[in-house]
């Protein structure tokens, strides 16, 4: 029996804001690249389900009933547990626990190292939004983004986490008060100063508790919240330069919580049978983590759809958000809504009665004549029969529009709205929005696949259910 | 199984209606008083002649107060009812059977609705507490989806649909623009229609009805006294009133290019009224025009036109006002807005002054004069593959 990772899945949002876009909306430079920006409609915890889903959809069967653990520096809500919303997204049973461990970058290191010492299937799920003041670095070298890892005690992991070395100090290095937007830093030389021993210490106390060198290690991921930190240690020389994995901060941004997570599911990606990784992540003290690439790790890959990798997200985005459209879906900017009345919250009682479909997507089939009931119901709409229902979740059930339209009208946080009417393969129709979608080029017959969105947010309740978006084929 | 009904065994003896439109003066109590005076006078009665009443109100103000109140009725049956966009009409109806079991020989049905005091653009209908799973897109996006089917299912391209849908509500804007208590009094140029801004899918601000306030009212007795009121009584021949089964937004079957909810409203009612075939007997329809492809299937699913055909009568004028079938001759919801309680006996009140030859020359139809004798009254509640429809037919003549 070993401890580590059984499957991972990640989650990377559609759009992308270039880097010189923010440039030239500020009247500065601000080098070139792009970040991931999180639809509208994201947040920290549905992009936390989007990455769970993509990493239990390869998970071996006996590990789908999993403890859950959610980490975010930015939490939808506070006092009540985010995890549960993804551990009921999920469709995961009511005997499964799920908690929260959230606040700080470091609250993900904390995640994992409790998940790889548990003793049950534990799925880490690591997402994150990263904000800063207008033209700030935060801002434009952030990113939003998911990462889940479902760990287990099993003779099948696909990585086998060999070693947890720490080395913790008290500095005041970046930091945000609750309720503010974006944090404050002091001058990054003097966290330089502080991070740079630390990783040492804990990078020789890693190594030396898993018995490897330095010399053996075969893919080196440094990440961490000080960026200047994180670079010098990057480009030290006592590691194979070949070694040093790409950090994707060019591409997406540093995504917080969920970055290091990132970053090593990209090495898995394409990592050999018994390579070494060490993972040291900067956050308030050091963790560094060495991890053994298993034997099973090819036939892992195999199992896994192509989508699932990170050059595959990274690859389907959408490169051409505007800044006006990234700070409006931020909240910093607030254009004219319709003349038309906010959106009604979602009552507690009819949500709580209905948990199976609002958020596990699950509608009902007739056992007496085989149709499929979307949304689920108790009556047969083709022969009539009555509490004759089983549960169908559909979740991952694809569909094709059968027809839709633009509504200019509607209240949205983006217009104009997008619904369409879609036949799931399998039967079964359902009218529901579309997302991450361009409405001039949708068409009849396009194909889509389901999606856990925050619908709305009104009288601070936030409306999670499913949307449609398009299956995009890999770039 | 249809309704049998109550063919020919009440009449319509007294109507009001006020003028459509957006009354900032007037409240929903101001409308119901205007709508019931001029109904009293209309059939020579009082208020306390009339042994009960039906209100039809969506949004307006709940229980039977919401009319006794205003009119001060001295301790009278009143009966508030709500059906979506049928409001009007299922006041009318209840009231019909009301009259014809026997147990009150005189009633009142009243529809008002205020819905310029929201302040928002468009319909605002309140919803019970939901989990919030139902997608919130708007009645014209909900309607718009009826454009593309029909286009698809009957090879009409979008630029002829589009002239479609322009000369529908360039037609109830003509008719709308001879009619002193429509909303909007102006003919429209078909150029201004169709370049009109786009709400939702192909519909632009043209394709579909106005937000107005109103109300309308009628006094029911049964037949053979309805003589003693006036001298030419409306006569009930139909009265059908359906809810579908909803499931059309659920069933992959469903093509958006019909309201089987129509189809089995209008069946019942022509079963009902003996009528064989609308196109020749009846002299007009009053069909629920809340977006102009809304009207396009209409005609097919009452059987004006053929399946697949109702585009090109459309196009050559079969429904004009001196068409072979005058369909909203008095503006339809596209001139009159749509204060949902009161349209369905708006609707109604265009029939009686029809089929008493008393509309306004200018507006008054052919098929009267050549001796049609019927109107159909239409409403539709809902959207497409989920909603309510109502169909009435009445007429000028007793039985035979």
Redesign the interface.
Known sequence: MKRGIVAYGTYLPYWRLARPAIGAALGMPAGGGSRSVAGYDEDTTTMAVEAARVALASAPQPSRSCEVVFSTTDPAYLDKANAVAVHDALGLPRSAPAFDMIGSVSSGSAALRYAGRADGPVLVALSDMRNGMGGSSDERDGGDGAAAFLFDSTSQVVVEFLSFGSATSEFLDRWRLPGEASSHLWEERFGEHEYIPLAEQAMADALKQAGVTSAEIDHFIVTGVHTRAVRALQHSSRFPAHALADDLTKAIGNTGTAHQGLVLASVLDSAAPGALVLAVSLADGVEATVLRVSEQIDDYRNSRSARATVASQLGSAKGDLSYMTFITWRERFHREP????E?????S???A??DP??FAFTASRCTACGTR???PGRVC?NCGAVDHMQSERLADVPATV??F???????TPSPP?V?A?V?FDG???????LTDVDPDSLC?GDRVEMTFRK??TSQAIH?Y?WKAKPIRKEA | MATKGIRDRVAIVGMGCTSFGEQWEKGAEDLLIDAATDAFISAGVTKDDVDAYWLGTMGSGISGLTLSRPLRLDYKPVTRVENMCATGSEAFRNACYAVASGAIDMAMAIGVEKLKDSGFSGLVIASPPSDGTAAQLTAPALFSLLAPAYEKKYGVSPEELKEVLTRIAWKNHHNGALNPRAQFRREVDKATIACSPIMAGQLGIFDCSGVSDGSAAAVIVRSEDAYRYTDKPIFVKALSFVAGPATGTADPTYDYTTFPEVVRAGQNAYSEAGIEDPRSELAMAEVHDCFTPTELVIYEDLGFAERGQGWKEALSGTFDLDGELPVNPDGGLKAFGHPIGASGLRMLFEAWLQLRGEAPKERAIGSIAQGRKLALTHNLGGSPGECVSFVSVVGSEPAS
Not at chain 1, 343 to 347: E, L
Not at chain 1, 405 to 411: C, E, G, S, V
């Open positions: 319709p003349r038309r009345p959106p009604t919250p979602p009552a009682p009819p949500s009665r209905h479909w609002k009931l979307i949304p709409i059968a027809t339209t633009i509504d200019r009208l509607a209240f709205m619904v009417v036949d039967g079964g129709r359902f009218r529901c929005e009849i619908v709305s409306n259910f």
